[in-house]
């Protein structure tokens, strides 16, 4: 089993600054891709930054220039820096980790979401 927690979320005004953070923990071998992703009201979930263990990165278009992933893995801990906050930027935003088991399975999980609320 893996468990997957964020934080970090809450409201803040455009243009300021929020950092989620992700923990992941359970009988963990090793983690593979950890990434986040966000929800907003009436859309589908969508990607906005993934890190892979050795570090590649992948960002939305959207997101590309004001947010920053990045991961402790001595923590298994993967972290989103989110600058220069748009009202667009308003969402669940969700944390994945794939990690492969100490019994050898390949499991995807997600947390329980964090809210992020950009104000005018």
Do not use: H
Not at 82 to 97: H, P, Q, R, S
């Amino acid at each position: 089993q893996v468990q997957v927690v964020e934080s970090g979320g809450g409201l803040v005004q455009a243009g300021g600054s929020l950092r989620l953070s992700c923990v992941a923990s359970g009988s963990i071998l090793r983690l593979n891709i950890m990434g986040w992703y966000r929800q907003a009201p009436g859309k589908q979930r969508e990607l906005v930054a993934t890190e892979t263990s050795d570090g590649r990165t992948d960002y939305a278009d959207s997101v590309k220039g004001r947010f920053t992933i990045s991961r402790d893995n001595a923590k298994n801990t993967v972290y989103l820096q989110m600058n220069i906050l748009k009202l667009e930027d308003t969402a669940v935003y969700y944390c994945n980790a794939a990690a492969t088991t100490q019994l050898g399975l390949y499991l995807s999980t997600w947390g329980q979401g964090t809210l992020v609320t950009v104000s005018s």
